[in-house]
């Protein structure tokens, strides 16, 4: 009998003749630790922890599938990679879970700097975002591109490997033949609808006439792409009709967006609702009733997962962001033990890591992809210490959860009367409430570890040399810098407040106000335009002004996608190479104005009721020498040490709880 508090969710499903132990797949992601030296051992944990955690299929990053990609991926186009994939396969079956491979190539589609020079494509068309232009593949091409899929499949068949799922969507290549907007060929690959389908009916067919009934072969296809002229939530269902009239398939599941302005709809964030596309993927599984399909798409609890099974909006659950999190996921939730679960936050921190070229990271996971990843208590310091943590922000609380987990006695000292730093005022800004599982998670687990606080008095030097430690970490934070070119005829220095104390008055008044609110961002980071839209909330004008070429030229893509939609949709005017001038030409009463960097006249912002300014932070390290010289051993982590982002603060927190 099941006795997990969520039946459904953890009950098996038999898949071409495969029996999953749970609905739970984890979702393609690329987690980008390469190939050039062998396997890295970083990606066979990350898919063995990913299955170790509980999940009954695993899904992979895209497979080399064709001579056109070369060695760049994991290779199953020849026999160069067969060791590698039977290590993956092996590993991924040992925990009792299913390993299916993805089969995608990109096409034209381009969502990094720079255009590709050598794509393939369906027509001689642009890509949408990146404006990198194709060349068409030819009939022939396209039957042996089919002919090496198949026998890559088999390949990977061979290697253990349960089955294949098809990327047909996120304007890759499959999706561009499938799509009227950039499928413009006029022979048996396109022209009307059968055929801007055939391509993908015939790769399907191929791969089941040599893998047989018994491999599972899924299909993601494009749910509404968001592109004019593109593929909507009618013609996906129709698509999906079309293709299982034609082949059998053993599930189906949808993406959403395309490389172009709609991109930011596939990593939904805090701007979009929980679970944002099960009320469309219901609608969508009307169309192929006797195909088990897959909801995706911001789902991160298991008490939504379960209530998704039970409404019948969708057969299985497709969890991407949710697994790098926290791969224990599934074992927590079918325990009871659902509130010891790390939450993704939707920051999309790990799509901005993979497309810069950076192996993936996690702002809620500094141990993603480490062979312990799913230990709650690490391997036992060979010496143990006490360990004094300054700071209770997202840094400082991983250093003292990381340092307790190995064994050592920790104090934590921080200046507010509560844990989260500068996290904590994030995360009360709209659309940045997700932020707050960070530090609940850190402070929830310090709770179970025995981490002692002093909460709600700064710490002095003397009440930590006092407390007698063998080891400090400094976790002090940063502050906002008076801005060097800022106008200053008036000697606002010290009297304008910079952002984050700006916003933190407000948050204490919950009153609506009158005129207009002005930001100098030279920040460049989403905490400025989480703020700008709470200042929209308050005032009747919001402006924006930066020296910069545009805004939030440090935001990954997919959310500088959002933020300026929003700030359009909202009335957020956005004014850049521009500086603000503060002047007092109205008997003596200070006026604020704005110029050009390039220089000309001075422009008015009328009504002006609020200005602070987001810059540069400097670390606050002061009490970094006066410990060093007290003979302390001191590590500072996070923004004291240097002022970045949230996945260097936990990542840098975890590696000091891990040397002291």
């Given at each position: 009998?099941?006795?997990?508090?969520?039946?459904?969710?953890?009950?098996?499903?038999?898949?071409?003749?495969?029996t999953l132990k749970n609905r739970i797949t984890h979702a393609s992601i690329s987690p980008r630790f390469g190939f050039h030296q062998g396997l890295d051992p970083r990606y066979l944990h990350y898919y063995v922890n990913r299955a170790k955690g509980g999940a009954a299929m695993v899904v992979?990053?895209?497979?080399?599938?064709?001579?056109?990609?070369?060695?760049?991926?994991?290779?199953?186009?020849?026999?160069?990679?067969?060791?590698?994939?039977?290590?993956?396969?092996?590993?991924?079956?040992?925990?009792?879970?299913?390993?299916?491979?993805?089969?995608?190539?990109?096409?034209?589609?381009?969502?990094?700097?720079?255009?590709?020079?050598?794509?393939?494509?369906?027509?001689?068309?642009?890509?949408?975002?990146?404006?990198?232009?194709?060349?068409?593949?030819?009939?022939?091409?396209?039957?042996?591109?089919?002919?090496?899929?198949?026998?890559?499949?088999?390949?990977?068949?061979?290697?253990?490997?349960?089955?294949?799922?098809?990327?047909?969507?996120?304007?890759?290549?499959?999706?561009?033949?499938?799509?009227?907007?950039?499928?413009?060929?006029?022979?048996?690959?396109?022209?009307?609808?059968?055929?801007?389908?055939?391509?993908?009916?015939?790769?399907?067919?191929?791969?089941?006439?040599?893998?047989?009934?018994?491999?599972?072969?899924?299909?993601?296809?494009?749910?509404?792409?968001?592109?004019?002229?593109?593929?909507?939530?009618?013609?996906?269902?129709?698509?999906?009709?079309?293709?299982?009239?034609?082949?059998?398939?053993?599930?189906?599941?949808?993406?959403?967006?395309?490389?172009?302005?709609?991109?930011?709809?596939?990593?939904?964030?805090?701007?979009?609702?929980?679970?944002?596309?099960?009320?469309?993927?219901?609608?969508?599984?009307?169309?192929?009733?006797?195909?088990?399909?897959?909801?995706?798409?911001?789902?991160?609890?298991?008490?939504?997962?379960?209530?998704?099974?039970?409404?019948?909006?969708?057969?299985?659950?497709?969890?991407?962001?949710?697994?790098?999190?926290?791969?224990?996921?599934?074992?927590?939730?079918?325990?009871?033990?659902?509130?010891?679960?790390?939450?993704?936050?939707?920051?999309?921190?790990?799509?901005?890591?993979?497309?810069?070229?950076?192996?993936?990271?996690?702002?809620?996971?500094?141990?993603?992809?480490?062979?312990?990843?799913?230990?709650?208590?690490?391997?036992?310091?060979?010496?143990?210490?006490?360990?004094?943590?300054?700071?209770a922000g997202v840094a400082g609380l991983q250093a003292a959860v990381t340092a307790a987990a190995r064994g050592h006695q920790v104090m934590v000292w921080g200046s507010s009367a509560q844990v989260g730093g500068k996290t904590?005022?994030?995360?009360?800004?709209?659309?940045?409430?997700?932020?707050?599982?960070?530090?609940?998670?850190?402070?929830?687990?310090?709770?179970?570890?025995?981490?002692?606080?002093?909460?709600?008095?700064?710490?002095?030097?003397?009440?930590?040399?006092?407390?007698?430690?063998?080891?400090?970490?400094?976790?002090?934070?940063?502050?906002?810098?008076?801005?060097?070119?800022?106008?200053?005829?008036?000697?606002?220095?010290?009297?304008?407040?910079?952002?984050?104390?700006?916003?933190?008055?407000?948050?204490?008044?919950?009153?609506?106000?009158?005129?207009?609110?002005?930001?100098?961002?030279?920040?460049?980071?989403?905490?400025?335009?989480?703020?700008?839209?709470?200042?929209?909330?308050?005032?009747?004008?919001?402006?924006?002004?930066?020296?910069?070429?545009?805004?939030?030229?440090?935001?990954?893509?997919?959310?500088?996608?959002?933020?300026?939609?929003?700030?359009?949709?909202?009335?957020?005017?956005?004014?850049?190479?521009?500086?603000?001038?503060?002047?007092?030409?109205?008997?003596?009463?200070?006026?604020?104005?704005?110029?050009?960097?390039?220089?000309?006249?001075?422009?008015?912002?009328?009504?002006?009721?609020?200005?602070?300014?987001?810059?540069?932070?400097?670390?606050?390290?002061?009490?970094?020498?006066?410990?060093?010289?007290?003979?302390?051993?001191?590590?500072?982590?996070?923004?004291?040490?240097?002022?970045?982002?949230?996945?260097?603060?936990?990542?840098?927190?975890?590696?000091?709880?891990?040397?002291?």
């Open positions: 009998m099941n006795k997990s508090p969520y039946p459904l969710l953890f009950s098996t499903q038999v898949l071409a003749g495969q992979t990053d895209p497979i080399g599938i064709s001579p056109m990609h070369g060695l760049e991926r994991l290779c199953a186009w020849n026999d160069s990679m067969t060791d590698h994939l039977r290590r993956l396969a092996d590993g991924v079956r040992a925990q009792g879970s299913v390993l299916i491979g993805q089969v995608q190539d990109t096409g034209r589609g381009r969502h990094v700097p720079g255009r590709s020079f050598s794509s393939m494509g369906a027509s001689s068309l642009p890509d949408d975002l990146s404006y990198t232009m194709p060349q068409p593949l030819s009939v022939a091409q396209i039957q042996d591109f089919v002919a090496h899929t198949a026998q890559s499949c088999q390949r990977m068949q061979t290697c253990g490997f349960g089955g294949i799922e098809v990327s047909a969507g996120h304007g890759h290549l499959f999706h561009q033949f499938l799509s009227p907007r950039s499928n413009q060929r006029d022979d048996a690959y396109g022209g009307d609808f059968a055929r801007r389908v055939r391509l993908l009916i015939e790769l399907c067919q191929a791969i089941r006439e040599v893998c047989g009934s018994g491999f599972i072969i899924g299909v993601k296809l494009p749910g509404n792409d968001g592109v004019p002229g593109g593929i909507d939530w009618q013609q996906a269902g129709l698509i999906a009709q079309h293709l299982v009239s034609s082949v059998h398939i053993d599930y189906l599941t949808y993406c959403q967006g395309s490389h172009h302005r709609s991109l930011e709809m596939h990593l939904p964030d805090d701007s979009y609702p929980r679970q944002t596309y099960v009320a469309r993927i219901r609608e969508l599984k009307a169309f192929t009733p006797d195909v088990p399909v897959m909801g995706l798409g911001r789902i991160t609890d298991p008490a939504e997962a379960e209530a998704i099974l039970a409404r019948g909006d969708a057969d299985m659950i497709g969890l991407g962001r949710a697994l790098i999190v926290d791969p224990a996921w599934p074992i927590k939730a079918q325990s009871g033990k659902a509130s010891e679960i790390r939450y993704c936050v939707s920051c999309n921190t790990c799509w901005k890591t993979i497309n810069n070229n950076r192996h993936m990271g996690c702002d809620n996971n500094p141990r993603l992809a480490q062979s312990n990843e799913l230990d709650v208590m690490l391997e036992p310091a060979p010496h143990l210490h006490k360990v004094a943590v300054i700071g904590r005022l994030m995360a009360q800004l709209p659309l940045a409430e997700s932020m707050s599982s960070i530090y609940d998670h850190q402070w929830m687990m310090a709770q179970q570890l025995g981490v002692t606080f002093q909460l709600g008095v700064p710490a002095s030097a003397s009440d930590v040399v006092a407390w007698q430690p063998d080891a400090v970490v400094l976790a002090t934070g940063a502050s906002m810098t008076w801005p060097m070119d800022l106008p200053n005829p008036l000697q606002l220095e010290g009297v304008v407040p910079d952002l984050r104390l700006a916003i933190s008055d407000l948050l204490r008044t919950h009153m609506r106000q009158t005129g207009t609110a002005v930001i100098y961002d030279l920040d460049q980071t989403e905490g400025t335009y989480a703020a700008a839209e709470y200042l929209r909330d308050r005032f009747d004008r919001v402006v924006v002004l930066s020296p910069r070429e545009t805004i939030a030229e440090e935001v990954v893509l997919v959310m500088r996608q959002r933020i300026h939609r929003r700030f359009f949709e909202r009335g957020i005017e956005v004014k850049t190479w521009v500086d603000p001038v503060w002047t007092d030409r109205f008997e003596n009463e200070a006026c604020l104005q704005y110029r050009s960097v390039f220089g000309g006249p001075l422009q008015d912002i009328e009504d002006v009721a609020f200005f602070a300014y987001s810059s540069a932070r400097r670390p606050n390290n002061a009490l970094y020498l006066p410990l060093v010289a007290a003979g302390l051993n001191v590590t500072m982590v996070g923004d004291c040490k240097m002022a970045r982002d949230v996945l260097a603060a936990t990542a840098e927190g975890h590696a000091a709880g891990m040397t002291v």
